[in-house]
DNA sequence: TGAGCTTTATTGTCTAGGACAAAAAGCGTC
DNA sequence: GACGCTTTTTGTCCTAGACAATAAAGCTCA
């Protein structure tokens, strides 16, 4: 078997840095060191392909990419979180329960975990099991991501056997003359479509007519969308990992693109610098997700 | 309201035409003709994107961006699909029964979707729901697209509620000892999940232990997913938009990190001229996998 | 000691134009 | 019409430079 040879396209999609970020770190920092095939182009050998992974990963951390490529492998392997750590300290019966679950995905026992969320969701009913369950459980995941204790397929798992859940709660409520109406999606590059469902599942439990795009609509067709649905309203979810300075042009272009009647409202925890305006409403917590519902009824009694 | 300005990313974001192709057009063909700004960046105005998208369009309909640029924006409004279109003139009342189906997503009528869907399932049964519903519909959806009857939003929603139909009819089949294993999942920039879904029914419904990831793990962590879960099979799924090249390679990398006992299966229209290996099961069609799945069972009886 | 402001360092993204190989089209032959 | 070969088309990769957004460090003041 040859050694598979990893091109530049092949790095950037493992590692998830780009073309020009590797390129610039090469001549910046003088890491990788990447062969060149016949044609000149970079060829990287597999270890520094992991390397990069793991400085990928202590970047995520909060750790600089200057220092990371100036240290020493063995220094590397000693660093952990280094971004102010908020952890709530809250160890009650709730918490152990939860932490029970994430173990029942550390040890890949997708049934097991399924049949437990169930009978959670049926004691806690679906607001409750959205805001105390899913919602911390995700936080966690992505606290136990960073400090190694989960690996990248364990937090898949968990997502796509959470969505699931999530899906399946939502279908089963009352359908009926529902209002108002609300596109839900994301915006292209914005992949992560677990907080979108949770707050489906709230807006839904309002009463609300919900009509899912999935994730990753381009804007034209966010704003055609919205227009062909007779969208009350158009809500986005925006992660953390989403590039702020990137997110305040977004929403003014959208605000261009839909009707005069839809109003823009943003959540996520990718939006806690951005501001309200005219027509745009920013929910900064699930908890303001069925406050905003409710202000919108009563104001459109 | 400030006019929108388009950078070169969030062109390629809007259009999803690379920095690199946006680039060389410019240079090739003489068009886009960004403004810049005061840094000399490229600045382009909307109706620029909104012709790129057009082009964009045409050239996933098989024409060729040569031409495309150096027609007239009237001619190109003329052109329709180009590619040898291969269509089953199926018409009897099946086939009723399923334009029926897409008009209801025409309509944008959701919930009507939803509730003929469920009709569906239960009088076809999952497997031949899978293979006579989802699976035309989903290719007839693909060419409603090229051929401009049906809007990108149209298509997100039409995956969005299928995918919810699929995982709720996964989610009540039974359980209890079930073999093989399975790992499923896609790899990064492969995020067509339906596909993968579709599998996953039929896989389930003959028995096998899906642990299904959703779609673009990095190749180590599929690797290390079937480590850890003992996993006998990972199935792949690779939709015809994903790039051709890439796939060989990228089935060479993947089987390097494989444990031995743990067999690739790769599916998906993208797959169409990969040639079956050692450890290496290609799924040409829905059909295919039930057939292969029970020469797993045969042969490790 | 800590909050807020200013300066300096770091880092990613953009620019230009050139080169080459993979894919598609065109063409000849069976 | 189906196959193999040649030419054209087209995307991706290359180098190397510039600048602005972000984070860190230094400073002032309460």
Excluded at 116 to 131: E, P, S, T, Y
Excluded at 159 to 170: D, H, P, V
Excluded at 250 to 272: C, K, N
Aim: hydrophobic share 45%; proline share 5%.
């Amino acid at each position: 078997m040859e050694t598979p040879a990893f091109s530049i396209a092949a790095v950037e999609r493992d590692t998830g840095l780009s073309k020009d970020v590797l390129r610039m770190w090469e001549r910046r920092y003088g890491f990788p060191t990447p062969g060149r095939d016949a044609n000149g182009e970079r060829i990287y050998p597999p270890e520094q392909v992991e390397h990069l992974r793991r400085v990928k990963r202590l970047m995520d951390l909060g750790h600089r990419p200057g220092k990371l490529l100036a240290a020493s492998p063995e220094t590397l392997a000693a660093l952990g979180p280094r971004r102010a750590a908020v952890r709530e300290a809250e160890a009650g019966p709730e918490d152990e329960a939860l932490a029970e679950l994430l173990g029942l995905i550390k040890q890949h026992d997708a049934a097991a975990y399924q049949h437990a969320m169930q009978q959670r969701l049926a004691r806690q009913g679906l607001q409750d099991f959205v805001q105390h369950t899913v919602a911390v459980l995700t936080r966690r995941v992505g606290t136990a991501w960073e400090d190694g204790s989960f690996e990248v397929f364990e937090e898949h798992l968990f997502t796509e056997l959470t969505k699931r859940l999530l899906r399946q709660a939502i279908a089963t409520l009352p359908g009926g003359a529902r209002r108002p109406r609300i596109v839900l999606t994301s915006v292209p590059d914005e992949e992560h479509a677990l907080g979108l469902l949770m707050v489906e599942a709230l807006l839904a439990l309002e009463g609300a007519d919900c009509i899912p795009l999935g994730t990753q609509t381009p804007l034209q067709d966010i704003g055609r969308a919205a227009d062909a649905h007779r969208a009350d309203i158009v809500a986005l979810s925006f992660s953390s990992a989403f590039p702020q300075r990137q997110i305040g042009a977004l929403i003014t272009q959208l605000q261009a693109l839909l009707p005069g009647h839809t109003e823009l409202w943003v959540g996520g925890d990718g939006v806690a610098r951005v501001s309200a305006a005219e027509r745009l409403r920013v929910l900064h917590s699930l908890d303001d997700t069925t406050a905003a519902l409710r202000d919108w009824l009563a104001t459109h009694g």
